[in-house]
């Protein structure tokens, strides 16, 4: 009769290697694992900081190479060569399609008045550059007058007063 079949080996955990350093003059690997089985999340997970060598608990480094990026270490007796992930690109950093001229042009045009249709005529269109214009020069002498007032050691007008 053949032997029993072997039971398969439990998978191992995921490691990760998060770090090389040679900041204390000897070479330290930095790892990650998940937290153990009935932890709680990812409070739980685990961080290493060992020298070539080193042990803690079924893990030992038995290689650092800093030029290549990788780590050997061995796990419950299995070996593995840990490298560095390449870095996914969260949603925040995911480039951005440029817009079409159209929806530019949407995105910044104002906001219709209330009431007013949103074609413009000619002149609603100079209208609306008048009072534009009348406002940027009603703030830049504001602007001025605070400038001028401070120059003199006077209080910063306040409402034009």
């Known amino acids: 009769m053949p032997p029993p079949p072997k039971a398969p ?17 000897v070479a330290r ?24 060598g080193e042990r803690d608990g079924d893990l030992e480094v038995l ?20 490298g560095f992930e390449p870095e996914k690109l969260s949603s925040a950093s995911a480039p951005i399609p440029n817009p079409t001229l159209v929806s530019a042009a949407k995105e910044l045009a104002p906001p219709p008045l209330p009431g007013a249709s949103v074609a413009m005529t000619p002149q609603d269109r100079e209208e609306r550059a008048l009072m534009n214009e009348a406002t940027r020069a009603d703030v830049q002498q504001r602007i001025q007058g605070r400038i001028r007032s401070s120059k003199l050691g006077g209080p910063p007008l306040v409402n034009g007063q």
């Open 63 to 82: 290689e650092i190479n800093e030029k290549s990026g990788t780590v050997v270490v061995a796990y419950s007796g299995r070996m593995l060569t840990l």
């Open 29 to 52: 690997a930095l790892l990650k694992m998940p937290p153990l089985s009935g932890s709680a999340g990812p409070a739980g997970e685990r961080f290493f900081n060992l020298r070539l």
């Open 9 to 25: 080996e439990p998978p191992l955990p995921k490691i990760t290697l998060t770090g090389i350093t040679t900041v204390t003059g």
